[in-house]
């Protein structure tokens, strides 16, 4: 569904979180590398709980992450320390870092922050041992080609993976993330996916960043005029972006008309709840059944509104639902939607009966124990009261295809407090100016296609590859640019999808084999193979002997000798003319697997002896 | 300027609005409104407005008087305190709702009377604070405390529970607690520590102990006894260790049950503590290692006491062996311990410790240094007499040490 975005007033902005191909992690020595959970070396748990900032408030983020206290475990490995166990103080600021945030600042011609400050940014959902991120802001103020501005670059950590429910994953915890905020000056879901790619191509021009799903994640700030700014988070991938952007504003163009509706309507909030366990007591739903307590509440003048489709798969019941699931309940059932999952027509009309509700009425009702039944009827209150007002400000998850669920508030100022552990870290202008900015993707691509005669797309396709290091260095080293594009995308793709580990090769063996090429020691057709063979491990002279063996300089007398030997009139006739056909003639009886240096040298020998 | 001053800032083409906090290697350190602080040249600077008064209305703790009474004694742990972010302080937070605030939970296992003994950093503890300490606890059961609990920094948490072991005689708990991650942050062992403590300060246990996180998860706290710990990490959360014996009990999270083990010396209700909180200052302790001076050890001449952490079994080297004969036959009182930390002193099976014994040095048992260290300071201030103050540092007085070695460890 496309709307009239200049009509509704559409903002959006974005923040990119790209982790960085550092050595070390942020606040610790230990290496930025991903690892299997079946390595982990250890497992601890902890319980976190939110604290009073300095400001002598509790973020309400963190108050409601508060509301059910979990306890969280954690994989250690050996390439994780105590740093990220929350065990020892953090180390210094990684120098290394820094100088690539502020790389990546000085690209967008941002002013660097004089003197770098660590906070501690409260988040107590698990991702981080210590119940806080720490970031620093790093630089302010820049802008884009196309005109957007960026308002600042932080430096952070990243949090902990979630290896399933509440266990985490402490391999990624600290790996440094440049977190790029750019102003809400986006008015169409399109130029959100453009700018996200833009930024995405200017932060692989560092070639200093991490590759690969996971790596970099968009969050999208969304509002329309007559809503309110809603955080999504996590979008992984550029190509949903869009689509995130334009079922939010179908999810609050869809709450501005329930709430339009609403008030029509005359709608509110029961106050009170009802004990309505012993209604259900004989009940064919096993989920009510299993229950020690039900409880439900009535929304006077909402029937119907809260099964209403505010997004693809998403309905105002699932808002309240994702609000009671903060309780730890599994979720809710609701009149719109009843009789199902094993509600009897009659038990509904009790349930009516009993707290009481009219036809226009729709009636929510939670089962569990009775302390998180309480809750999470208090929590659907709130979010059904929300309904009236129209769209919460809040943090929401993605989920497939471009959906969102309800995941916390917005975070506010009091979750930030400094980083007492960590020194600040001066920035002057001499260093800044000192930093020497890489080529942006799309310059490169440019310069290929003037410099090298690459096609376009060949041109772009290498500079976006993981492979663009080898190819320069190829190059570098004679081999001409297309025989080294061609193999490096080409080839090892049509290898890599016939099975071929060709991830295996190491780089400086490819490199060494395009010489060879590039030289003629090798024929052109004998990459293939040569590399499969690579690709297995083979050794790269033991894999050209044994694909393509190499020719010796007699070998390649006897050849010319044998070939002049054919031709022995055209030769006589012909006298030193007879040079340019008879080197085609052996390169193609070579195939290619002598230098053609060598053979026009032994030939021109060779027909020296007889003319 | 003003900590606390609104502001706004020319910075970066923009006008930044922020709060002042301080000023910091010749920059200006202003926190922004999205909450990142950052330094700028303190003459981008313009006032706003004056600081703001910012107390947040606290709110008051109920205190359920039908729980048992707890006392608090803080000597300035970082358990219940609270960092000043604008001026880098660490301000008191020991009134009694300061604590409960800070331990969330504490005000359901029992009602508190708190009071501030010291708002120190742990290294700058002293005998003359230990014996405060031992005085004010005293005070606090006899005024009908069923328990004590002492919030302290955790590096020198040890020192002072062996201290409080001897120069007091208590029918409660004396719990000393501590956090080894700073209360500010949400994963701190504060609350887990707090919370244990509390427990056992109403459980039936009768002595000194130390309570801190037994392990690296948030399971279960180890009761230690006060003479029998050692903090062993400079950062873990299981920094306290237990030596010579397994910890006299446990305290589990977050159901908080007390287990006590038959080694842990029992609550005695109607037994009045007994103080006697006289120390002798005058008490050194050195480490022996290779190639050590015979100056090092002359230059204690004068002290009444002197504890040496030997080697292995408890040597020294021969020319040691001389200055610590010189000092002896002075008048102080030489106590050996070892290095090892686990295990007992032993100068009958080597020459050394022979000629050791022969200079007059008293086996300091399975003592660890620095129990040895606070017990010889209250032995000597009980006792003018070397052969008696001898006598005493072979004598178990508060489970400092077993007749018989743990078979574990």
Redesign the interface.
């Given at each position: 569904m496309d709307f009239e975005y200049a009509k509704l007033g559409l903002k959006a902005g974005i923040e990119i979180h790209q982790q960085l191909d550092t050595a070390e992690k942020l606040f610790c020595h230990c290496p930025t590398v991903l690892r299997d959970v079946e390595e982990h070396t250890g497992e601890?748990?902890?319980?976190?709980?939110?604290?009073?900032s300095?400001?002598?408030?509790i973020d309400r983020a963190?108050r409601e992450e508060m509301m059910v206290?979990r306890?969280f475990s954690y994989y250690a490995y050996d390439t994780t320390c105590?740093v990220e166990?929350?065990?020892?103080?953090p180390a210094p600021l990684n120098p290394e870092a820094l100088e690539l945030a502020l790389t990546i600042a000085k690209m967008m011609g941002?002013?660097p922050?004089?003197?770098?400050?660590v906070?501690?940014?409260?988040v107590?959902d698990g991702s981080n041992?210590?119940?806080?991120q720490r970031?620093?802001?790093v630089?302010?103020?820049g802008s884009l080609p196309t005109g957007e501005r960026i308002e600042?670059i932080?430096l952070e950590e990243e949090a902990a993976q979630r290896v399933e429910g509440d266990t985490f994953s402490l391999d990624r915890l600290g790996i440094p993330l440049a977190e790029i905020t750019t102003a809400p000056d986006m008015h169409t879901p399109k130029a959100v996916h453009d700018v996200a790619a833009y930024i995405g191509m200017l932060l692989r021009s560092t070639m200093k960043v991490k590759r690969g799903i996971g790596t970099i994640r968009q969050d999208v700030n969304i509002s329309i005029a007559a809503g309110a700014r809603v955080e999504i988070k996590g979008v992984q991938e550029l190509r949903l972006i869009e689509e995130v952007v334009r079922r939010e504003v179908q999810r609050q163009v869809s709450l501005v008309e329930i709430r339009d509706e609403l008030l029509s309507r005359g709608a509110s909030v029961d106050e009170e709840s009802h004990d309505v366990t012993a209604l259900f007591s004989d009940t064919g739903s096993a989920i009510l059944k299993r229950a020690k307590a039900i409880h439900a509440v009535c929304l006077r003048g909402y029937d119907g509104l809260v099964g209403r489709e505010i997004q693809p798969g998403r309905r105002l019941g699932s808002e309240m639902s994702d609000y009671a699931k903060k309780c730890g309940v599994g979720g809710l059932f609701h009149t719109d939607e009843l009789p199902a999952y094993g509600v009897t027509a009659e038990e509904v009309t009790a349930l009516k009966e009993a707290v009481g509700a009219g036809e226009n009425d729709c009636v929510v009702l939670v089962a569990d124990t009775k302390k998180k039944v309480t809750c999470a009827i208090g929590q659907i209150r709130r979010r059904a009261e929300m309904a009236l007002e129209g769209v919460p400000e809040e943090t929401r998850k993605m989920l497939e295809e471009g959906s969102s669920a309800y995941m916390r508030p917005l975070p506010?100022?009091?979750?930030?407090?400094?980083e007492?552990d960590v020194l600040?870290v001066?920035v002057t202008g001499a260093y800044y100016d000192a930093l020497v900015l890489p080529e942006l993707l799309s310059a490169k691509a440019e310069r290929y296609e003037r410099e090298m005669g690459l096609a376009a797309s060949l041109a772009r396709q290498m500079v976006y590859s993981r492979r663009c290091g080898l190819f320069e260095e190829a190059v570098s080293r004679g081999v001409k640019s297309a025989l080294a594009a061609n193999t490096l995308l080409g080839t090892l793709k049509e290898l890599s999808r016939d099975g071929a580990n060709v991830a295996a090769v190491p780089g400086e063996a490819l490199i060494d084999l395009l010489v060879r090429v590039e030289t003629g020691a090798v024929a052109k057709e004998a990459i293939p193979p040569v590399i499969r063979a690579l690709a297995e491990g083979q050794d790269i002279d033991v894999a050209i002997n044994t694909v393509a063996p190499s020719v010796s300089r007699e070998e390649v007398r006897a050849v010319i000798c044998a070939t002049i030997a054919e031709r022995d009139a055209f030769v006589r006739e012909q006298g030193m003319r007879a040079m340019g056909p008879l080197m085609g003639v052996v390169m193609k009886e070579l195939r290619g697997r002598a230098d053609g240096k060598v053979i026009s040298e032994l030939l021109k020998e060779e027909l020296g002896k007889i003319v | 300027m003003e900590s606390g001053t609104q502001v706004t800032c020319r910075y970066a083409g923009t006008d930044l609005e922020g709060t002042y906090i301080t000023d910091r290697d010749g920059k200006a350190v202003i926190k922004l409104n999205s909450g990142y602080n950052i330094g700028v040249d303190p003459s981008c600077l313009s006032v706003v407005a004056p600081p703001e008064a910012t107390e947040a209305g606290e709110m008051a703790v109920e205190q359920n008087a039908s729980l048992p009474q707890l006392s608090i004694i803080s000597t300035g742990g970082t358990i219940a305190s609270r960092v000043d972010y604008r001026t880098g302080a660490v301000t008191s937070q020991f009134t009694a709702d300061d604590i409960l605030r800070a331990i969330p939970g504490l005000a359901d296992i029992a009602q508190f009377r708190a009071e501030v003994l010291a708002t120190i950093l742990s290294e700058n503890m002293t005998p003359a604070i230990w014996q405060t300490l031992a005085e004010s606890i005293c005070a606090e059961i006899k005024n009908g405390a069923e328990g004590v609990m002492v919030t302290h920094g955790t590096d020198t948490l040890a020192y002072s529970a062996a201290a409080v072991s001897f120069m007091l005689d208590t029918p409660a708990p004396v719990i000393f607690v501590g956090s080894q991650r700073s209360a500010d942050r949400p994963s701190s062992d504060n609350v887990m520590n707090g919370l244990a403590s509390a427990a056992a300060a109403i459980s039936d246990l009768g002595e000194v102990a130390v309570v801190m996180h037994g392990s690296t998860n948030d399971d279960a706290c180890a009761i230690h006894r006060g003479t029998r710990v050692r903090k062993m990490h400079t950062s873990r959360r299981d920094a306290f260790q237990s030596f010579g014996m397994e910890p006299i009990g446990t305290v589990a999270y977050p159901s908080l049950d007390v287990t006590l083990s038959g080694d842990a010396v029992r609550r005695r209700p109607d037994t009045e503590p007994v103080l006697a909180a006289t120390l002798e200052e005058k008490v050194g302790m050195t480490t022996f290692y290779p190639g050590m001076s015979p100056d090092v050890v002359d230059a204690f001449a004068g002290y009444r006491g002197l504890v040496v952490c030997g080697t292995g079994l408890g040597h020294t080297s021969a020319p040691v062996i001389a200055s610590l004969k010189a000092l002896i036959d002075a008048g102080t009182v030489v106590v050996m311990t070892s290095q090892c930390l686990n295990g007992r002193v032993c100068d009958r099976v080597y020459d050394t410790g022979r000629d050791l014994l022969a200079a007059g040095v008293v086996e300091g048992e399975e003592m660890l240094p620095e129990v040895a260290y606070v017990k010889l300071m209250w032995v000597l201030g009980q006792t003018t007499d070397t052969e008696e103050a001898a006598r005493l540092m072979a004598t178990p007085l508060r489970g400092e040490f077993g007749r018989c070695s743990y078979n574990g460890f």
């Open positions: 601890f748990f902890r319980y976190l709980r939110a604290t009073v300095e400001m002598g408030e963190a206290m306890p105590l166990n929350d065990e020892e103080p941002m002013t922050v004089e003197q770098v400050h906070m501690r940014k409260l107590i041992t210590s119940g806080f970031t620093a802001l630089s302010l103020n600042s932080c506010g100022a009091a979750r930030m407090y400094p007492t600040p001066p | -």
